[in-house]
């Protein structure tokens, strides 16, 4: 079993930065892709950025040249570093662990994002 514990929203100006992190604990194989999803009132969950164990990167269109997603692969943590925020990406984060092993995925329990206008 693998449980995610994500911190750092909260209520931010439009143009403001907000840091994003999960730490991800139990039974994880080393290769694995960790990612960050959101999910706006009445919207569907999008992929927000993800990152696998070597590296690759995978951006949404909505967050590229704003968003940054990095990982500590000795510690199980990712990060979302979301610069330039905007109102529309007002949403809860979710983090996304999925297991390259097995296809076994886990999420966390969100974290909610306010951008004021």
């Known amino acids: 079993q693998v449980q995610l514990v994500e911190s750092g929203g909260g209520l931010v100006q439009a143009g403001g930065s907000l840091r994003l992190s999960c730490a991800a604990s139990?039974?994880?194989?080393?290769?694995?892709?960790m990612g960050w999803y959101r999910q706006a009132p009445g919207k569907q969950r999008e992929l927000v950025a993800a990152i696998t164990s070597r590296g690759s990167t995978n951006y949404a269109d909505s967050g590229k040249g704003r968003f940054t997603i990095s990982r500590e692969n000795a510690n199980n943590i990712v990060y979302l570093q979301m610069n330039s925020l905007k109102p529309e990406d007002t949403a809860v984060y979710y983090c996304?662990?999925?297991?390259?092993?097995?296809?076994?995925?886990?999420w966390g329990q969100g974290t909610q994002v306010t951008v004021s206008s």
């Open positions: 139990g039974t994880i194989f080393r290769i694995n892709t």
């Open positions: 996304n662990l999925r297991q390259v092993f097995n296809g076994e995925g886990y």
